[in-house]
């Protein structure tokens, strides 16, 4: 007598859905700390060079570097939740506009310089927005209803 086995889900590995969005958060991560440890350490001549203020520097950099850990943190989950997801999205979409804002409102002494560096900012950030909001879609839409 011959039996055949169909493979089992315990055999089969489950399909990572959230594998892209995985992938954005983690090169976004590395990307953010790797800005926050440059602002934190070379926050005197970035302030020469752009008019931005050294402690708007510090204080700037300690805060990627906390997004960025959070960043770590959510990639890491096994099943990463939407609603994390559509978190980052947000912040990074206002982080994108807050880019802009400073560029351009005369919060800061910027000069020309230091414009160029937050628009390549912004423009950066709203690139891992749109990503990150494809593997969200990506995610949920490949994601079974609960």
């Not at 169909?6 to 990307?31: C, I, K, M, Q, Y």
């Not at 690139?127 to 990150?132: C, I, N, S």
């Amino acid at each position: 007598m011959t039996y055949t086995l169909s493979p089992s889900a315990a055999t089969v590995p489950a399909r990572d859905t959230a594998r892209f969005l995985r992938l954005v958060l983690r090169v976004d991560g590395v990307s953010t700390a790797v800005m926050g440890v440059v602002l934190l350490a070379a926050a005197a001549p970035l302030g020469s060079a752009t008019g931005m203020p050294v402690a708007f520097a510090v204080a700037f950099g300690v805060f990627q570097i906390g997004g960025a850990a959070c960043l770590a943190l959510i990639a890491g989950y096994p099943v990463i939740p939407p609603a994390l997801a559509r978190t980052v999205v947000a912040v990074n979409a206002l982080c994108a506009v807050g880019c802009v804002v400073m560029a351009f409102a005369d919060f800061m002494p910027l000069n020309g310089f230091g414009t160029v560096f937050l628009m390549i900012g912004a423009l950066i950030v709203t690139v891992y927005t749109a990503l990150q909001y494809t593997g969200l879609r990506r995610m949920t839409a490949a994601s079974p209803p609960r």
